[in-house]
């Protein structure tokens, strides 16, 4: 585990799996709630990590102009908008709402692990790190962690999947 789950934290572990690359469970711990499922076995790792090492090299510039003057649920809605509900916006202006707000997905598509998980926002400045969340109640949630928590846990996991995905074609090359 990477991190402290009443904080923010990564838990992950590699399995054996006949296909090439890094296979395992994952789960992400924000403020003592889990996010992801990890029993469930044999996810591929790649793109969620991959994304974790995107955001701890960009997190502290997840700020549009747009979020200047709204609370959390405001951006929650925002960005569900934007990224998520047809409102009858045309392919270019959906292709331009991907391209201003889809770096703020957070979990959503990132792996079987995250299927059951809320739909998730991360948005951040050098200030401070939010990850925006609605239960299935529709109750809204935010996290507020700071920006040096945020990139190191989430830096942490992605070289320890660097160092499996290298490991994994040391083993193949055998």
């Given at each position: 585990?990477?991190?402290?789950?009443?904080?923010?934290?990564?838990?992950?572990?590699?399995?054996?799996?006949?296909?090439?690359?890094?296979?395992?469970?994952?789960?992400?711990?924000?403020?003592?709630?889990?996010?992801?499922?990890?029993?469930?076995?044999?996810c591929c790792l790649a793109h969620a990590?991959?994304?974790?090492?995107?955001?701890?090299?960009?997190?502290?510039?997840?700020?549009?102009?747009?979020?200047?003057?709204?609370?959390?649920?405001?951006?929650?809605?925002?960005?569900?908008?934007?990224?998520?509900?047809?409102?009858?916006?045309?392919?270019?202006?959906?292709?331009?709402?991907?391209?201003?707000?889809?770096?703020?997905?957070?979990?959503?598509?990132?792996?079987?692990?995250?299927?059951?998980?809320?739909?998730?926002f991360v948005i951040g400045n050098s200030?401070?790190?939010?990850?925006?969340?609605?239960?299935?109640?529709?109750?809204?949630?935010?996290?507020?962690?700071?920006?040096?928590?945020?990139?190191?846990?989430?830096?942490?996991?992605?070289?320890?999947?660097?160092?499996?995905?290298?490991?994994?074609?040391?083993?193949?090359?055998?």
């Amino acid at each position: 585990m990477f991190g402290d789950p009443s904080l923010f934290a990564v838990e992950v572990c590699r399995e054996s799996f006949k296909a090439h690359g890094v296979w395992g469970r994952m789960c992400l711990h924000i403020q003592g709630m889990a996010f992801g499922d990890i029993n469930e076995p044999s996810c591929c790792l790649a793109h969620a990590c991959s994304e974790l090492g995107r955001l701890a090299l960009n997190v502290t510039s997840l700020w549009h102009e747009s979020f200047d003057s709204l609370d959390g649920g405001e951006v929650y809605e925002l960005l569900d908008c934007a990224l998520f509900r047809d409102t009858g916006q045309s392919l270019t202006e959906a292709q331009r709402d991907w391209d201003i707000y889809g770096r703020h997905v957070f979990l959503t598509n990132w792996g079987e692990q995250f299927d059951r998980a809320p739909k998730c926002f991360v948005i951040g400045n050098s200030a401070s790190v939010f990850i925006l969340w609605r239960n299935d109640d529709d109750t809204q949630h935010q996290a507020m962690l700071p920006p040096e928590t945020f990139v190191e846990v989430s830096a942490s996991a992605y070289e320890w999947y660097k160092s499996a995905r290298q490991q994994d074609v040391v083993n193949r090359e055998m």
